[in-house]
């Protein structure tokens, strides 16, 4: 690895918690971005030269934190300094400061940092694009090519984004149990939608990396919080689920379903790690619905073929789910389990209640048109498969759907010859 | 005499790695251990998931504490390790050298062995 790589490498691990430390410095997110920024400006060309430092986090906490207060001091900003023992302390002493920073902020200053991007009057898209912004320090280029939409939108996007944070109240106070507890929460659902965001990708190969930046987050996220069941249990799901990127598609781009994916090509690095946290989250029995949701990816990781897949089981699981979250989605997923156990009539039984609740939902259609197949019942099913095709997300939803509305003619024509 | 070679590195750094950057340090690292396992000297290597993946069994109380996570909460984690065949400290060193040149960064720890079971295992 060449030594550009690798300070890159080092840069990026350390940035959560060096902009995390900075923010809590200067209480204020240009301030600690920019820091940031200068601080690895510095380290380009003194890394190379003297190598690397001891502990590259600490070392751009300090030169970063020294770098803006130089900049505030030539901008004759005196009133904006932090207190006086903040900044009695500008020797280069990396060590003691090494020292001081040890562990105990960093938790609380991550936690801060991402928790700030998932302020509630923010809308999904702006939540994520600014954890990809502030948290991973994707640019803006490459956030804006995941969503398919211009820099410059993007750019504004998230420039809207920050004034709202702004304006809200940033808790700097080291928070008690209750508000640690709920701002990891409010977390964990915005890592969660990080990766929803890459998983719902197709072709996009800048949108799938989010997959990968999600799975960063969360074990960053578990590192910090080491005996937390609910982040165990998100970091399992995540990357048992990403775990079948490869397997998702086939060929052609189109959707490759569950039962019909090559195993071989799951990740098993992947499933390894996803498995041994959900072992370690269920010892400590305080289920949730990450660790539900990560065991039921477990039993599909768990099944070397389609049919050892344990579907009463799964089926079990969606029933507690469905006591945490009351979600047609998940009554929606469970179905997929009860066609398995008690056949496509039963499954359709249980989600034709949902219709209302589901009447703009894709999948809803896609699985209600694939029992009504099942069940021989072939004018119903093009219909559900007509209204999914209207609703699909991506080409690739499209194409699968119309897969089965091709397969549902063929039989038609062999049926009238 | 065997030597283990301990991987030491700072985890967040390491699964920091694209894909790509991964599989391009295993490729060079690949190359190194082809070389051992050649000259007869490559024993059991083995590379190990993140430490939030581990649990710790405290031995401190009775009966024992199950604990979420490392031994140790340091900077650079125990990454995996080797174990070689080799004349002596010397050379387990040059061996440490060459995996150092391939994957930077780190630090490799050189500890002799001193109770070595290989793979007992049925069929392994």
């Known amino acids: 690895m060449t030594d550009i790589t690798w300070i890159r490498a080092s840069v990026t691990a350390a940035r959560p918690r060096a902009v995390g430390a900075l923010l809590r410095y200067f209480r204020d997110l240009d301030t600690a971005e920019e820091a940031f920024q200068e601080a690895c400006l510095r380290a380009l060309k003194s890394w190379p030269q003297n190598g690397p430092p001891r502990d590259p986090t600490a070392w751009l906490i300090l030169v970063g934190r020294n770098a803006a207060l130089d900049g505030l001091r030539r901008q004759g900003k005196q009133e904006a300094l932090p207190p006086d023992e903040v900044i009695s302390d500008l020797d280069d002493a990396e060590v003691p400061m090494a020292e001081r920073l040890d562990g105990s902020h960093y938790r609380d200053d991550v936690l801060r940092l991402l928790f700030i991007c998932c302020h509630p009057e923010l809308p999904d898209t702006q939540q994520i694009a600014l954890a990809l912004r502030i948290v991973s320090g994707l640019s803006v280029k490459q956030i804006a090519r995941a969503f398919l939409v211009s820099e410059a939108a993007m750019e504004q996007r998230i420039t809207r984004a920050k004034a709202r944070i702004a304006r809200a109240d940033i808790p700097f106070e080291t928070p008690g149990a209750a508000d640690r507890a709920e701002r990891l929460a409010a977390v964990a659902a915005m890592i969660y939608l990080v990766f929803n965001e890459g998983y719902s990708a197709d072709d996009n190969s800048a949108r799938a990396h989010l997959c990968e930046e999600a799975i960063r987050l969360a074990r960053l996220l578990l590192r910090l919080f080491q005996t937390e069941p609910e982040i165990m249990g998100l970091t399992a799901l995540l990357l048992l689920q990403h775990a079948r990127a490869a397997a998702r598609l086939d060929a052609e781009g189109e959707i490759v379903l569950i039962e019909d994916q090559d195993r071989g090509l799951w990740d098993g690095k992947l499933i390894a790690e996803g498995l041994a946290l959900i072992d370690k989250a269920m010892r400590h029995r305080q289920p949730g619905p990450y660790q539900i949701q990560a065991a039921i990816a477990a039993l599909h990781a768990r099944a070397a073929r389609p049919e050892d897949t344990d579907w009463a089981e799964i089926d079990a699981l969606y029933a507690a789910l469905e006591r945490w979250q009351r979600s047609p989605v998940v009554t929606l997923n469970r179905a997929a389990a009860v066609a398995k156990l008690r056949g496509p009539a039963a499954a359709l039984a249980m989600i034709e209640p949902l219709a209302e609740r589901l009447a703009g939902y894709f999948y809803f259609f896609g699985a209600k048109g694939a029992l009504l197949m099942q069940l021989g019942r072939a004018n119903e099913a093009r219909a559900a498969f007509d209204q999914a095709i209207a609703l699909a997300n991506t080409p690739a939803e499209a194409a699968h759907i119309r897969r089965h509305l091709d397969r549902l003619a063929r039989e038609n024509a062999s049926v009238s010859r | ?124």
Not at chain 2, 6 to 22: A, G, I, Q, R, T
Not at chain 2, 91 to 108: H, K, S, T, V, W
Request: net charge negative; aromatic share 8%.
């Open chain 2, 1 to 124: 005499m065997l030597y283990t070679i301990l991987c030491y590195n700072d985890e967040d750094v390491v699964w920091s790695w694209s894909k790509e950057e991964d599989a391009a340090v295993m490729a060079r690292l690949t190359a190194v251990q082809d070389r051992l396992v050649k000259a007869g000297k490559m024993g059991p290597s083995l590379r190990l998931l993140p430490t939030t993946a581990a649990t710790t069994l405290r031995k401190t109380e009775d009966p024992p504490l199950v604990i979420d996570g490392p031994f140790a909460e340091t900077k650079e984690q125990l990454l995996g390790f080797y174990v070689v065949d080799v004349a002596g400290l010397d050379e387990a060193l040059d061996i440490a050298r060459e995996l150092a040149a391939a994957n930077p960064g780190g630090a490799y720890e050189v500890r002799p062995v001193a109770v070595y079971h290989p793979d007992r295992r049925a069929g392994a």
